[in-house]
């Protein structure tokens, strides 16, 4: 695949896992006993919500852009 059909969260998925900030909020969040009456799993599920809308829209191909552009700047 080219660089730009990888997203920044594919690949930190693949390589470390479920990315839940919490584990009430991860894959394997049915375990918790007190997530009906937490009041803090709204939090920490926007969280987790923000972290993933960020980083599925950054691809390969912006990281290899960001990189050239800070190598260029260094050069000068």
């Known amino acids: 695949k080219e660089p730009s059909a990888y997203t920044v969260g ?4 693949l390589t470390e896992g479920d990315l839940a900030p919490v584990d009430c909020v991860g894959k394997e969040s049915g375990n918790c006993g007190r997530k009906q009456d ?3 799993i709204r939090v920490w599920e926007r969280i987790s919500q923000a972290v993933n809308q960020v980083i599925d829209q950054i691809t390969l191909a912006d990281m290899v852009g960001w990189q050239e552009e800070k190598a260029g700047r260094e050069s000068i």
């Open 38 to 40: 937490c009041v803090t």
């Open 10 to 13: 594919e690949i930190l998925r």
